[in-house]
């Protein structure tokens, strides 16, 4: 029998194929979960899961202006884009660049100066301790309330809330400060203008408290029954003070002890207090007078306490480390009668040139529309004084969070597991219908409360969808965002938490679903 030499000819191509490997593919944004001395299997964290793969004399390392580095610098907990082939049933490292380093060595930040554990010391999140001939002194500048050339002699002499800067180094989840700035946490003018439009803006009437079940804290000035209205917008409270109670209960487990002393709530003018809203959209947000909110639609998704411990910490961070305060002082949005008034208006403007959320300039934008803009962005939270923050604000907060929820006692793993679900959620495409439409239906809900009544009527099919999805990518729902806090938290469990024993630690599932079981 004559045999075909083309059917010869494809039986060798694929045998060859199976031997020298598929071509090369790239997977980006991964994090190094072990890469050590002799240097032969890089294991990276993919979809929360770890893969081996195989380094030889060919792969090549280089950093993020593509320039070769040596192997050994790329350390647990580094952020990477990893390129690879298939060979032998392996995974072969071709080339490894590097995107950030958790342990580069180099530490440069700010952030407010929590606890002290003998000379352990809590600041953004981090673990620091001075290193030796240290200097920690006062920055000297007017508004930190502190002369130049005052010197401390430690930790021990700066005052809990107070904000730092620190210069170090990094090495095994520790941070060793060569030189710490003192700024101390003065209530200034602005502070102060910024609290008293938030409490003039929301009004609670048609509201009313009643006694709590024994084992539930509710602070004062608490609402649970009927809606919440700010400036023009109105929010239903969940009509429930069992888990309106729970939530406070959880929420103050989190907050840092100068947080809870009176002479700095009075100071300051932060109350927190903890506010549960009936809306099916995944969310939570701060202002900056210690009002935290979160939705149902949040508590919904979450599994145990241990995750909501992390969200209620992250948002407490934007409270603690004055971010509204920074966008107050730079942006000049939140004055109290434009905040009563036009705050959706005003913010709306900022976005669409921002974001051209239309995709027309705004000279072609008319007064309903940016009407529409603004409140579709912030329909379920007033954005003009809560959480649009820059993502290195979000970031910090998620890293604070964290360790809030850490000191609390509370198994900090789970909040990976939190975003994990928030990430596989949002690219399902059932539930991002779901949420186009209940967005759609609040924009319809409250048209009622705007100055112009008929702004939502006006707006295009077109011009409704984009600002849905522009509202949606600020908050817990925007995909990218999600997957990014992931990766973060994963980074910081790798690195600042490194060898923790978390079998000590609570994940509070059992109490979580006692108290939540009526929402799901």
């Not at 002890?257 to 506010?275: C, P, S, T």
């Not at 149902?296 to 992250?314: D, I, K, P, R, S």
């Not at 409704?464 to 817990?476: A, H, Q, W």
Request: charged share 25%; with cysteine; hydrophobic share 35%.
């Amino acid at each position: 029998m004559k045999k075909n030499p083309s059917i010869l000819i494809s039986i060798c191509l694929l045998f060859a194929a199976s031997n020298s490997g598929f071509s090369q593919k790239t997977i980006e944004n991964v994090v190094i979960v072990a890469f050590e001395s002799p240097y032969e299997v890089l294991t990276v964290l993919v979809d929360e899961e770890q893969y081996d793969y195989q380094v030889t004399q060919e792969t090549a390392f280089q950093d993020n202006t593509k320039k070769k580095i040596n192997a050994e610098l790329f350390r647990k907990g580094c952020e990477i884009n990893l390129s690879f082939k298939i060979e032998n049933k392996k995974r072969v490292a071709t080339k490894v660049k590097i995107i950030s380093d958790a342990n580069s060595g180099k530490e440069y930040f700010k952030g407010v100066f929590e606890l002290l554990e003998d000379d352990l010391a809590y600041i953004d999140g981090r673990k620091v301790k001075l290193a030796k001939g240290a200097a920690l002194e006062c920055s000297g500048k007017n508004t930190c309330g502190c002369k130049r050339g005052m010197v401390y002699l430690d930790f021990t002499e700066v005052k809990k809330g107070d904000f730092v800067t620190i210069q170090g180094v990094s090495n095994k989840g520790l941070v060793f400060a060569n030189q710490v700035t003192v700024c101390k946490n003065e209530h200034t003018e602005t502070d102060r203008k910024l609290r008293t439009s938030v409490e003039n803006s929301y009004n609670s009437d048609g509201t009313h408290s009643v006694s709590a079940p024994p084992g539930i804290v509710v602070p004062p000035n608490s609402l649970y029954q009927g809606n919440i209205k700010i400036g023009s917008l109105e929010y239903k409270l969940l009509d429930n003070i069992r888990i309106q109670g729970y939530v406070n209960m959880v929420g103050n487990r989190l907050l840092p002890d100068y947080a809870k002393d009176d002479a700095w709530q009075k100071k300051n003018e932060i109350f927190f207090r903890f506010y549960v809203i009936q809306n099916p959209i995944p969310n939570a947000f701060a202002f900056p007078n210690g009002m935290v909110f979160v939705h149902t639609g949040l508590l919904q998704l979450m599994e145990n306490e241990a995750q909501l411990a992390a969200v209620l910490g992250h948002e407490i961070a934007h409270v603690t480390y004055e971010h509204s305060n920074s966008r107050y002082q730079s942006q000049g949005l939140f004055e109290s009668e434009a905040l009563k008034s036009t705050g959706g208006k005003i913010l709306g403007k900022a976005l669409v040139i921002a974001k051209d959320a239309t995709g027309m300039n705004n000279g072609g934008l008319g007064e309903d529309l940016l009407d529409g803009v603004g409140i579709g962005i912030s329909q379920t939270k007033p954005s003009d004084i809560s959480n649009l923050f820059e993502k290195s604000k979000e970031t910090q907060a998620d890293r604070v969070g964290l360790m809030y929820a850490y000191l609390a006692g509370y198994d900090i793993r789970e909040a990976a597991k939190f975003w994990q679900i928030m990430s596989t959620k949002t690219r399902d495409e059932t539930f991002q219908a779901k949420m186009k439409t209940d967005v759609k239906g609040l924009l319809s809900q409250n048209a009622a409360n705007f100055e112009n009544k008929n702004f939502v009527s006006s707006l295009t099919e077109d011009m409704t969808s984009k600002v849905v999805g522009n509202y949606l990518e600020t908050i817990y729902t925007s995909h990218p965002l999600t997957q990014k806090r992931l990766k973060d938290i994963n980074q910081l469990l790798l690195t600042t938490y490194e060898g923790e024993d978390f079998s000590k630690f609570s994940a509070g599932r059992s109490e979580y679903v006692k108290f939540i079981t009526n929402l799901k």
